[in-house]
């Protein structure tokens, strides 16, 4: 079966780092994307991992291992901004994406 | 970056009545666009996929003739909301993958509030 796990909640302090994990089993495997939605809002694209390793953009930055399964988002120097749902979304074979239920990230002065 | 522009913003309209959202690529060619809808604190929920020139492709569950979807331009897609009743009040979301290869990222348009009274 196909299944993409994340934590439901999260609380950090602005100022500070926060890593939201993303586990996964899907039938085949074209990518790992991160999506930012912010309440009442569409999602927007964060970043798109395909192969092993980091991907550094700006204050966030997403890592892979396909042979575990596992993807983090790392949001660094969070800003109150930054409260939000982080969406982990898979691409399968058949290039459709299927989407985690989302990590409501809440963020503390 | 891509921009994808999604209208309305929101609707109101009576129960009964048919509601047309469109969906354009503004900046970029997109053979592919989707169509979600979000219930309030819940995940995105794809409806449809659509292709440009051919018939959308609706997922388990998904009412096609009360979900009426035509993609008849590399940039638009639009969604009919038919016979709409109470209960189909959501948040709609349409998406565009670039056409520059199946792992081309999505983006989303802004979203159409919908409320049936």
């Known amino acids: 079966g196909q299944n993409i796990d994340q934590p439901t909640e999260m609380t950090a302090t602005e100022g500070a780092i926060v890593q939201i994990n993303c586990t996964y089993q899907?039938?085949?495997?074209?990518?790992l994307f991160w999506y930012q939605q912010h309440a009442g809002e569409a999602p927007t694209f964060l970043s798109y991992?395909?192969l092993d390793g980091l991907e550094e953009k700006g204050r966030f930055s997403s890592f892979l291992s396909r042979s575990k399964g596992y993807s983090y988002l790392l949001l660094k120097e969070l800003q109150m901004k930054d409260s939000a749902s982080y969406l982990c979304?898979?691409?399968?074979?058949?290039?459709?994406?299927?989407w985690g239920a989302g990590t409501k990230l809440i963020i503390k002065p | 970056g891509a921009v994808v522009s999604q209208h309305p913003s929101w609707v109101i309209c009576k129960s009964g009545t048919s509601v047309k959202i469109e969906c354009r690529s503004l900046d970029f060619q997109a053979t592919t666009m989707f169509w979600y809808r979000q219930f309030p604190k819940q995940s995105l929920m794809l409806m449809a996929t659509?292709?440009?020139?051919?018939?959308?492709?609706?997922e388990q569950g998904v009412e096609k003739d009360k979900f009426l979807i035509n993609h008849a331009s590399l940039t638009l897609s639009t969604l009919t909301v038919t016979s709409a009743h109470p209960e189909d009040s959501s948040f709609y979301i349409c998406s565009a993958r670039e056409d520059r290869g199946d792992n081309s990222p999505l983006h989303f348009g802004n979203g159409t509030r919908l409320t049936v009274t």
């Open positions: 991992n395909v």
């Open positions: 659509s292709n440009e020139g051919s018939k959308a492709t609706y």
């Open positions: 979304a898979i691409m399968d074979s058949n290039y459709q994406l299927i």
């Open positions: 899907t039938s085949g495997f074209n990518g």
